[in-house]
């Protein structure tokens, strides 16, 4: 395949990239090492998929702004209309999580962890590389360059729920080590970005996460997204390929996101994914004043409803948001009810 000359010059950054991460893994120098290593890995996946979508002749710069569009616009865009896979993109994204936390704050990933994540970034790397691109990774990184570990891999599941017994035991009394127990949650739901594509970490997620913990919660109900990840690996040593496969797990249910006896894994993302509509959008799909829409939430309990309505809390400042449920509902009693009626009755 003949690349387009903006196409090679990105892959050629990529493979650098990635060659950097690789020795910075490698490397027995353990200062700033897991930060070397998502950096450089995160970089080379963005300039693997620009280079896709060069080649493809995507757009690759904002019309708005003229600069180039940023890593999650790249993965939709291959994802959408490239050919990378889902399975591909989660861990593509699960690196980049990390690194954002790890570029803005701090994580802690173990070193299990970290190396099965990144073995399975070079697969997905590789495979994608090899698909769009026609280029095989072996002929630019060697073998020798790849991650090794002393350590046999081992599953996913069993790594993590290792991760979340150890945490357990950073925050028993007395053990003075809550900054690190915190980084792991941190990178904890970092990984989450495997199987899903809304991550966002708050502190007042890992507030919750921590409280939940102190207080006995189980792994499952701490991280459900997690709990449906598995793995599957073939090969050893630098020939080991593995991949995140999503398996059948526990749902994730919304809850009142400040609810310290429920799951601590509703995020906060999902809460303002599910309650989207402030008052005056609510009021608008329904065809109704604001005032009049205010009426007949109190007529239906809606803002009593923990389904339809939660509040956000910024500060002192209160925002009451609503779900669909909110929506159909009203929708739904329209027709049943004399609005007429109900407003001219609204202060009886």
């Known amino acids: 395949m003949k690349l387009l000359r903006d196409a090679r010059t990105l892959k050629t950054k990529a493979i650098e990239s990635l060659r950097t991460a690789m020795t910075s893994f490698n490397s027995y120098d353990e200062a700033g090492r897991v930060t070397m290593v998502l950096m450089h890995s995160q970089h080379a996946c963005e300039m693997l998929l620009k280079a896709v979508l060069v080649q493809g002749k995507a757009g690759v710069f904002d019309k708005g702004s003229g600069r180039a569009i940023g890593f999650e616009r790249c993965l939709g865009l291959c994802v959408a209309h490239h050919q990378l896979t889902t399975e591909e993109?989660?861990?593509?994204?699960?690196?980049?999580?990390?690194?954002?936390?790890?570029?803005?704050?701090?994580?802690?990933?173990?070193?299990?962890?970290?190396?099965?994540?990144?073995?399975?970034?070079?697969?997905?790397?590789?495979?994608?590389?090899?698909?769009?691109?026609?280029?095989?990774?072996?002929?630019?990184?060697?073998?020798?360059?790849?991650?090794?570990?002393?350590?046999?891999?081992?599953?996913?599941?069993?790594?993590?729920?290792?991760?979340?017994?150890?945490?357990?035991?950073?925050?028993?009394?007395?053990?003075?080590?809550?900054?690190?127990?915190?980084?792991?949650?941190?990178?904890?739901?970092?990984?989450?970005?495997?199987?899903?594509?809304?991550?966002?970490?708050?502190?007042?997620?890992?507030?919750?996460?921590?409280?939940?913990?102190?207080?006995?919660?189980?792994?499952?109900?701490?991280?459900?997204?997690?709990?449906?990840?598995?793995?599957?690996?073939?090969?050893?040593?630098?020939?080991?390929?593995?991949?995140?496969?999503?398996?059948?797990?526990?749902?994730?249910?919304?809850?009142?996101?400040?609810?310290?006896?429920?799951?601590?894994?509703?995020?906060?993302?999902?809460?303002?994914?599910?309650?989207?509509?402030?008052?005056?959008?609510?009021?608008?799909?329904?065809?109704?004043?604001?005032?009049?829409?205010k009426v007949l939430r109190a007529h239906l309990g809606i803002d009593d409803d923990a389904s339809c309505c939660h509040v956000f809390e910024f500060g002192a400042q209160k925002i009451p948001c609503f779900s669909d449920n909110a929506l159909r509902l009203m929708k739904e009693a329209l027709p049943k009810i004399n609005m007429s009626e109900l407003w001219a009755n609204r202060n009886g």
């Open 89 to 293: 993109a989660g861990i593509m994204r699960a690196i980049d999580a990390q690194r954002d936390a790890a570029q803005h704050w701090f994580v802690y990933v173990s070193e299990d962890l970290l190396y099965m994540q990144i073995r399975a970034l070079i697969t997905a790397f590789d495979a994608y590389l090899q698909r769009k691109l026609d280029v095989a990774l072996h002929e630019h990184i060697p073998p020798r360059v790849l991650p090794i570990s002393t350590k046999p891999p081992g599953d996913f599941e069993f790594l993590v729920d290792k991760e979340f017994n150890y945490v357990n035991e950073l925050l028993q009394p007395g053990r003075r080590a809550r900054d690190e127990a915190r980084a792991r949650i941190r990178s904890l739901l970092a990984m989450e970005a495997i199987v899903t594509d809304e991550v966002e970490i708050s502190e007042r997620d890992i507030d919750r996460i921590e409280k939940a913990m102190r207080g006995g919660a189980e792994f499952v109900a701490v991280f459900p997204r997690l709990a449906t990840v598995g793995t599957t690996t073939e090969g050893e040593g630098v020939n080991l390929v593995v991949q995140f496969t999503k398996k059948q797990g526990a749902p994730v249910h919304y809850i009142g996101g400040d609810d310290p006896a429920a799951a601590a894994a509703v995020r906060e993302v999902d809460l303002r994914k599910k309650f989207h509509m402030q008052r005056t959008e609510l009021a608008a799909k329904i065809g109704l004043s604001a005032p009049k829409a």
